[in-house]
Every structure is written in C-alpha cells, then in structure tokens.
C-alpha cells in the first residue's frame, strides 16, 4: 500500500465514526493520528480549539447565544451591502430611496425586513448572552477582561443600531432620534455642545444623516470587528467557556474532553441554520416598519425613543433630567465594568446561579423588582411630588438627588437584607442586586413601550 492510499484509508476511517457520532453520541479522539489530520486539513479549526470539555457542549449552558450573535451579525453585513447599492443618504432623497428598495427591487422589501429584524434581535441577543455569562460566573478569572470587552460588544451594537434607525427618514425614525439626541442636551455643561456633535449642528438634518450614514456603514463595524476578533482570542486563551458544574461540586481539573469536530460545529451549524430559517420567515410575515415621510414640523403624539432607549426615556419622566441621562446610567456602566474585579468570597464559575441560596435570593429579587417598579410608577404619577411638597428646593435636588439617594438606600438595604436573612455571601447578595435592577429596568422599557400614550400618559396597551 503506498503513502497515499494510506493517508486516504486513514481519512475515511476518521470520517466515518465522525458520521456516526452524529448519530451516536461525542467523538473521543482515537489517537494522535486523528488531532493531526483534523489541525493539518481544517482551516476553521484554527478558529477553534481541537477539544473542549464535554459538558460545555450542552445546549441550556450557553444557549448558543455567543454564536447567534454572531450569525446575526453576518446577516446584517451581507443584508447591509445590499442596501447599500439602492440607499441614498440625503434628507431628499432617503425615503424616495427605501420606497424604491421596497417597491420596484426584487425582494427588496425582504432584504431590509431581514435588516431590520436582525438588528433588533441582535440587541436582544447580545444582551441575553452577557445575562448567560454573568449567571454561569463567565466573568471570573482568567475571564474578567473578555466581560469587559463583551460590554464595549454590547455597546457599539447598540450604536450601531441607534445609527441605522434614522436611514428611513420616516416620521417614525426622525423624531425617535430627534428624542434620543435631545436627552443629551441634559448632560450639564457639555450637554448642547454633544447635542450638536451627534446632531451634526444644531437640528437633525442632512449632516446628521451622512454622519450617522458613515457611522453605521463604515466605522462601528469595522469596530465590531475587531473587538469580536479580540473577543473570541479571549475566549480561546481562556480555554473555552466556562464549565458548568453543580451548586455542590468543586471544579473539574481534567473534564472529559471531545473532538471539536463534529461535537461542536455540528451544534453550531444547527442553532444557525434554525436562527436564519426563523429571521427569514418572520421578515416575510412581518415587515420592517415604514411611516410617512419624515416632517420636521409635526410631531408624533407620542414620540418615542428606540425601544432599547425607552427605560431611560420612562425614567426621565420621574426624575431630574440629569439622574435619568447622565448619573443613573453611568453608575449603572461603572458597576458593570466592575464587576469582574470586586472582592468576592467563593468561587462560584460554573454554578448556574452561583448557589441554592444564589438562586433563591435572585427569585426574591426579581419578585421584589416586579412589584416596587410598577408600584413606584403608579404612585409617582399620580401622588409624588417632592417639587410641591418642598417648594424651597431646587429641582436638580427635590426631583433628583432626593430619590436617587431614597432609591440608593433601598438598594443598599436590600443588599443587606439579603446577605443577612440566607447568610449568603457577597457574591449572591451582589447578583440579588444585579437582578432587581435588570429587571426593575425591564419593567420600565415594558412601560414605555406599551403603557405610554398621548402625552406619555400612562394607558392601557389597547388604547394607543
């Protein structure tokens, strides 16, 4: 038998107990002979490793929300380049342009659907997958930086998305924006001067458009880029992620381990298959959202800012402008950034939820979140009122410092009331903590978005 007859009898041996795995259960490498072939002839194993731990590999440890992620990201680029040939980024000519898209190309109504809803499902995803990492301590060492890279992910997603919504010019883009941007004139000292640098100048107009065009075409995906590229480094230095283990076992030193491929990328190519058949169907049943061409002279009644901006347009109609746009987010930032590197009693990576206790206090909080945030909403509309009840105090105070420091010490207080009622350590009272305020500001995006009408006044969904 000659070399290459061997190398081939070798290669289809290896390949027929990797088609068999698929129905059989992992692949174990048999030998050397097997790590060779598949590092040598596999170009995308030199995206992945050649083995990871066997039970990293199930499906409710990470959702697959890393990788759908990133496939969504690879639709929007294919999608937005395909935009790009009939988009024409001026104030006369933008809505013209999308009409074209939808009206007179071949599946251009499709094409921008497939956008719009990947966008949309990105933001969704990506903040789901830090919820996955911070819940399974993906964030401990030798991983605290990659959080930290995950936030900056997470942020320039929600850029590129704040970017893209004004290219429709319709009444809906253009005052979402318009009220986004005019948050940031709250910001003191600076804040008209930032307003003009988003704005292009002092209203939303043709230098907004080209700014936000080039921004969103050109300089936060190639920002996105190259920090997912830094992302997923990270990930390969810190040999995969995280394995899981139960609230009562001690770290697995030598995990079982299984070939790369087909354990891993079979999974991979399954989630994304089933990801874009459903990104797909849904943009046929549901098309992107179109309004009227956009008039800078007739405000909607409401206007809304993008939904993943409306906590905070909800929170600013309770307190000062200043907590709601400038201090509240980025303490809220400041402690996200944090939290890989505050002190921490046990090493709970791994562990869903890091204990028995972990669990428990997380189900109190977010019970404690939904009944506070609905209940202080109702009785700040319609009773509190620091500005009347002491009419000598500033505004900026009475409105703000006030129930920003009444909140605080709640916070604080619950913190406290945790760790001490479940002797919990810090680690459960600090992730109680996490989750009352994920979900007390989820209830303020769900406000928003449905429970604001005429006015921003507070109605029921089937009234708008």
């Known amino acids: 038998m000659t070399d290459g007859e061997g190398r081939t009898e070798e290669r289809v041996g290896f390949l027929t107990r ?14 050397d002979r097997d790590r060779k072939w598949i590092v040598v002839n596999n170009l995308i194993l030199h995206l992945r490793p050649l083995q990871l731990p066997a039970k990293t590999l199930r499906y409710t440890h990470t959702f697959g929300l890393g990788g759908m992620s990133l496939v969504l990201f690879l639709l929007l680029a294919a999608t937005g380049i395909l935009l790009m040939f009939v988009y024409e980024p001026t104030p006369e000519r933008a809505y013209g342009s ?11 109504k499709l094409v921008r ?13 990506v903040a789901l997958h830090l919820l996955r990492v911070y819940f399974t301590g993906g964030y401990v060492a030798p991983r605290q930086f990659n959080w930290v890279i995950g936030l900056f992910l997470l942020f320039c997603v929600l850029a590129s998305n704040f970017t893209g919504y004004l290219m429709p010019w319709d009444q809906l883009s253009y005052w979402a924006i318009t009220i986004s941007t005019s948050m940031i004139g709250y910001v003191p000292l600076a804040g008209d001067w930032l307003q003009r640098v988003v704005r292009g100048g002092p209203e939303i107009g043709s230098a907004t458009l080209i700014n936000f065009y080039t921004l969103h075409t050109t300089i936060i995906p190639v920002t996105l880029v190259l920090l997912m590229a830094w992302h997923f480094w990270r990930v390969r230095k810190a040999h995969g992620v995280v394995v899981p283990r139960g609230a009562d076992e001690e770290p697995d030193e030598k995990p079982e381990r299984v070939l790369t491929l087909p354990n891993l990328l079979l999974r991979e190519f399954v989630v994304a298959t089933v990801l874009v058949a459903f990104v797909m169907v849904f943009s046929v049943f549901v098309n992107a959202p179109l309004d009227e061409a956009a008039n800078p002279g007739m405000s909607p009644n409401p206007a809304k800012a993008p939904w993943y901006f409306v906590g905070i347009q909800e929170l600013l109609l309770h307190v000062h402008p200043l907590f709601a746009v400038l201090i509240v987010p980025l303490l809220v930032a400041v402690a996200l950034f944090l939290i890989p590197y505050l002190r921490y009693e046990k090493d709970t990576s791994g562990i869903f939820l890091m204990s028995r206790e972990g669990r428990r206090s997380a189900a109190i909080a977010a019970a404690a979140a939904l009944v506070v945030t609905p209940v202080y909403i109702l009785i700040d509309e319609w009773w509190i009122d620091f500005g009347g009840w002491l009419p000598g105090l500033a505004p900026v105070i009475g409105n703000g410092l006030l129930p920003a420091a009444i909140g605080a010490a709640a916070l604080l207080t619950f913190y406290a009331f945790i760790k001490k009622r479940f002797a919990v350590a810090n680690n459960e009272a600090i992730q109680a903590s996490f989750v009352f305020l994920a979900v007390a500001f989820t209830i303020l995006t769900v406000t928003g978005v449905w429970f604001r009408g005429s006015g921003m006044a507070l109605v029921w969904p089937w009234n708008l």
């Open 18 to 31: 990797v088609w068999r795995s698929i129905v059989r259960g992992p692949v174990v490498p048999r030998d």
């Open 98 to 108: 999308i009409l074209t898209l939808q009206n007179e190309v071949l599946f251009g």
């Open 113 to 125: 659907s497939i956008h719009h809803w990947s966008a949309n499902f990105l933001i969704a995803i």
